[in-house]
């Protein structure tokens, strides 16, 4: 029996970012219809992690691979991910659970935020005038933000652009705002938002109000793009074919 993929992401109070997310996982199973995949949120949404863990022993699996519908590896992905895992290990020591990394990263998601980038300026996207800020969530983390900005600035030299800049709903800076106004006054003829960002939230909608209410066309967030389903079906397909190596030279 192939492991199961469990995908787990944040969870929110908005039930659009549920939606969103079950529509993606969803998308997953369809591609892969003899896998079991199930869904699992960290917090605020149903189910949870710990809950589906406990599902997928029950029902007879001896392996399971969560892979973290994370964009990047800040405290989520570093603490709260593998303290639950950590958890239903020692809960469950029939279940032999291992954790892919975060979707970050993987080409696919980079793809789908083009693909979603394209669409929002109805236009070519190699354009020297263009500016665009690519805006996340923001993150105490500092690595996880410069991330953002170097996935940004490596898109601005591929694409020739006036200019790139990361910009964060919380926690850091510059703002949506700040950035789109920032870019402007450098020169840029035009400019654009994308969002790295997986789903609709209370976050993201701040995202699109401070883009909209500067001019700026905004890229909608990931969702089931294309590009996400094939990030999140590589990450298990590499984690469980390691798992697989480990235990064959044990």
Partial sequence: MSPALVAVAHGSRDPRSAATVAALVDEVRRQQPGLDVRLSFLDLSAPRLPDVLDGVAADGHRRAV????????????????????????????????????????????????LRRLAAAVAGPLHDPGLGVVLAAIGSSHAPANAAVADLVAGWTRRFGWHGGCAAFATTTTPTVSQAIADLRASGARRVAVAQWILAPGLLPDRIVRDATAAGAPVADALAADPGVVRAVLDRYDDTAAGSARRRAAS
Avoid: N, W, Y
């Fill in 66 to 113: 969560v892979v973290p519908l994370l964009l990047g590896h800040a405290f989520h992905a570093r603490v709260d991910v593998p303290g639950a895992v950590t958890q239903a290990a020692s809960r469950l020591p029939g279940l032999d659970i291992t954790t892919s990394p975060v979707l970050g990263g993987h080409r696919g998601l980079s793809t789908a935020a």
